[in-house]
């Protein structure tokens, strides 16, 4: 494995990224993940999971080198997805089931389909705006293969709100993640017992527009991409304190996330968004979860 | 639309857009040419989406995809333009 430390890695690395056929370079990456707890011994990631989930020891280790193989696979698929190859990526993508968001959108009431920086979720977003013409995705960046908006200042911003609440009243989906950093207001709910600040922007879409929220997290199951939904959130009724439902909505939201944290570290990436908060917040602020949630969520791995 | 009623369209817009505004900006002195967001009302996002709404309201018509490009975001005067023609093109509306 001293092979393995400094620029060798880096370059074995880079080789199952971007050489490798996609399915060899997962296998690559899994045989080079045995090696990553010791090579990054520091990491604020497995300090967080011996502090949430309880872990320690070769369970510890194990969970991290899962954690650290769904991080680079999905930098192997993005190299895909940069390239273009469309039949790689289309047998990547082919077991995603997207039965609940179909049976939401049959409604025609609109859906917020409120993703996080979670798993491989650029891929996922290429697979849902193939599938779905009546999407349209708002993000900070916007690539050439999946057409929306972007939200960097905030005439975009405003642009991009009251587009998605047009489309969503026209019965279509709106994709976007709900831990983005852009955004003027914001409203601090708690991440495994850590204060986050989130912005306020999908929670308000939520409530003006009268749609469904479906939580969509991106994540892996024999080396292919799949989509785990979280449980609704029903629309907004009329007249209700705004602010109140917008936290409400939001504590819903972070709640569902800090359940995948129980579920296949290959899953969390923890990378970006609100785990980029989570990791300015002291581990000892960090609250265990305990197991027994995992089942009260539905979509869980 | 006549003068007078586009004169009471653009009071209630101009009304609307001051109270989510948060520039400390008097209703008298908004012209046409006040932008929305910096240098101007200084909407954020979410004031303009609240806005939006209150306008529909007050104008009792359904706004578009085209009621949010930039054209008509420039300014005060480019809103009530585009209310304005929604309603000529609804065939009346109010208020």
Known sequence: MTLLRGRPLGAALWAAQHLLPLRAGFAALRWLARGA???EPAAW???????????????????????????????????????KATRV????????????????????????AIGAHMGPHFIARWAAARRFDQSLFVAVNVSADTEGIAVRDPAQRAVALANSIFHLRRGGM??????????????????????????????????????????????????RVVVHFGPPIEPCAD??????????WLRLYVGWLEGRMLGAPEDLRMKGGIWGMLRDSPVSQIRRIAAPAAAALPGMA | MDDARRGKLREGIVAILVKHGTADLA?????????????????????????????EELAKVTLDDESASRDVLRNVG????????????AGGGGP
């Open chain 2, 78 to 89: 480019s809103v009530v333009a585009h209310v304005a023609s929604v309603m000529e093109k």
């Open chain 1, 45 to 83: 990631h497995m300090r967080v999971a011996a502090a949430a989930l309880d872990l320690e020891g070769e369970a510890l280790r194990d969970w991290y080198r899962r954690l650290w193989w769904g991080r680079e696979a999905c930098l192997a698929a993005e190299v895909r997805l940069r390239r």
């Open chain 1, 239 to 248: 007249r209700v304190d705004a602010e109140a439902w917008e936290a409400e």
């Open chain 2, 27 to 55: 209703a008298a002195r908004i012209t046409d040419d006040t932008p929305l967001f910096d240098g101007g009302l200084k909407l954020d996002s979410l004031a303009f989406m609240q806005s939006l709404l209150e306008i």
């Open chain 1, 174 to 223: 709106v994709v976007l993640a709900g831990d983005g950093a852009f955004g003027e207001r914001a409203l601090t709910t708690a991440f495994l017992g850590c204060p986050v600040t989130l912005r306020r922007g999908p929670a308000a879409l939520a409530r003006a527009s009268g749609a469904v929220t479906l939580p969509v997290a991106a994540g892996w199951k024999d080396d």
């Open chain 1, 89 to 112: 990526l289309a047998r990547l993508v082919a077991d995603i089931d997207w039965t609940p968001l179909e049976q939401r959108l049959a409604q025609r009431r609109g859906v917020l």
């Open chain 1, 37 to 39: 707890p010791d090579r």
